[in-house]
C-alpha cells in the first residue's frame, strides 16, 4: 500500500490565507471532507464526529451525555465532569467547529448549522452540570458568537430558497436571543448595543429586507468572519 500522499498534494495547490475544501468519496464509499493546509491534507467525516470516533459507543460525546441524562432522569447528584472529560468536550467542541467552517466554505447551510447546534448543545450542558463554573465562563463567552453562526447558516438556506421573510425571522430570533444573554449576564443596555454580533445581524437584517424589496444597499457585504 503506497502511503505517500506528494501525488495528491502535487495536483491540489495549497492557496496562502484561503480555505481551500472539497468533498470526496472515500474508500469506504462515504463522504469526506478534505481541507488543504500547508503541510498536507486534513480529512474529516461529513457526517457523525468529524474524526469518525465514537465515544461511548455512541455517535459523539453530545450523544452519550444526553443518553446519560435520560437514564438518571436528568438528576445529576454527585456527578461531577474530570478533568480529561472537561478535555474530551473541548476536543470535541473545536471538531464541529473547524468542520462547520469547511460546511460554511462548502455553501452546505444545512450541515453548517447542525454543527453549530450540536457544539451549543454541548455548551447547555457544561452550563446546566458542570460544576466549575470557570470552565463553563470560558465556553459561554462564545455562545452570542455561535448562536450567530447558527442563525447565518439557517438564513443562507432560506435565501438559497428566496425565502426573505425566514431569514429575517431567523435573525430576529438570534438578536433577541444575544440581548437576553448579555441582560441576563447584567450588561448595561447601552453596552448590549455594541455588542459586534448584534450590529453585523442588525445590519444584514436591513440588507436583507432591502433586497427582498429590490432596494440598494450601502451596506455592502457582511463581513462574519472579521467583526
Not at 469518525?52 to 435520560?70: A, H, I, M, V
Not at 425565502?163 to 447601552?190: L, R, T
Request: glycine share 6%; aromatic share 10%; charged share 30%.
Amino acid at each position: 500500500m503506497n502511503r505517500d500522499i506528494g501525488e495528491i498534494m502535487d495536483s491540489w495547490e495549497y492557496k496562502p490565507n484561503s480555505i481551500i475544501v472539497r468533498k470526496i468519496i472515500g474508500d469506504d464509499g462515504k463522504e469526506k471532507i478534505q481541507i488543504r493546509v500547508a503541510l498536507g491534507i486534513l480529512q474529516m467525516e461529513v457526517h457523525g464526529r468529524p474524526d469518525g470516533k465514537t465515544p461511548y459507543n455512541e455517535e459523539s460525546l453530545l450523544d452519550y451525555y444526553q443518553s446519560f441524562l435520560k437514564e438518571i432522569n436528568g438528576t445529576i447528584k454527585g456527578f461531577n465532569l474530570t478533568e480529561q472529560d472537561m478535555r474530551d468536550l473541548d476536543a470535541e467542541i473545536m471538531l464541529y467547529y473547524h468542520r462547520r467552517i469547511c460546511f460554511f466554505v462548502l455553501k452546505d447551510y444545512a450541515l453548517a448549522k447542525m454543527d453549530a447546534e450540536h457544539n451549543l448543545l454541548l455548551m447547555d450542558f457544561m452550563a446546566s452540570y458542570c460544576t466549575d463554573k470557570d470552565y463553563v465562563r470560558s465556553h459561554e463567552q462564545f455562545r452570542p458568537f455561535l448562536i450567530m453562526e447558527k442563525t447565518r447558516a439557517a438564513s443562507l438556506e432560506c435565501l438559497n430558497k428566496n425565502d426573505h421573510a425566514g431569514a429575517m425571522e431567523h435573525i430576529g430570533d438570534a438578536i433577541e436571543a444575544i440581548e437576553n444573554f448579555y441582560s441576563e449576564c447584567g450588561i448595561d443596555e447601552d453596552e448590549i448595543k455594541k455588542v459586534p454580533e448584534l450590529i453585523l445581524l442588525k445590519k444584514w437584517r436591513a440588507k436583507i429586507h432591502l433586497d427582498w424589496e429590490g432596494g440598494v444597499t450601502e451596506i455592502g457585504e457582511i463581513d462574519f468572519e472579521n467583526k
